[in-house]
């Protein structure tokens, strides 16, 4: 599938990344249903992504502690998937954690692997920043479970908005005060 990049810009994942994030991911791991062995290494290497975006690079970010809270200026919270890029995958917020946690806005970033059934990372891999919402906008979309990439139920709904209608990354800029 050809990316426009306009709309959805993307960050490579590089092996410093992968390292630190691996290095990382005990200590910040939520301990919950998860849909695949690797989900807070591919987490933190969205957020490293993001702030690759939004600030131009991502080591800073690497040694905040954000386990419990908004990852991003006490406004922003990044959600992470790694699957083969598509604009109608969506971006997902756990019903739990939406009901509790309200950050200004949630991104959604895609982890572009070559095909589903892939359980590692690779540098050079895109990081793609699909898009943002309103915490408002992601307590009024629907909820569903997306089952897990082991097989069967997820265990869990999730709130979810089709990646094609999110906001475009540019306009979050314009709206952020960094």
């Known amino acids: 599938m050809t990316i426009n990049l306009d709309r959805y ?19 910040v791991t939520v301990h919950r ?17 993001f702030a690759v975006w939004l600030y131009g690079e991502w080591k800073q970010h690497s040694k905040l502690d954000t386990k419990g809270k908004v990852d991003f200026i006490g406004e922003i919270e990044v959600k992470t998937s790694a ?10 917020v756990r019903q739990d954690y939406a009901s509790k946690r309200k950050p200004k806005y949630y991104v959604q970033t895609i982890i572009d692997i070559p095909n589903r059934a892939l359980t590692e990372i690779n540098p050079g891999m895109k990081c793609i920043l699909s898009g943002f919402e309103t915490s408002e906008a992601v307590d009024q979309a629907p909820l569903r479970d997306f089952g897990s990439k082991f097989g069967g139920a997820g265990g869990y709904k999730c709130r979810y908005i089709p990646i094609s209608s999110l906001k475009p990354m540019h306009e979050l800029k314009g709206l952020l005060s960094v």
Request: with cysteine; net charge negative.
């Open 9 to 27: 810009p993307s960050v490579l994942v590089t092996k410093e990344m992968i390292q630190d994030s691996m290095e990382r991911a005990p200590s």
């Open 83 to 92: 699957f083969p890029f598509s604009d109608k995958l969506n971006l997902l």
């Open 33 to 49: 249903t998860k849909a695949s062995n690797l989900d807070t290494v591919y987490g933190l290497i969205g957020e490293y992504c």
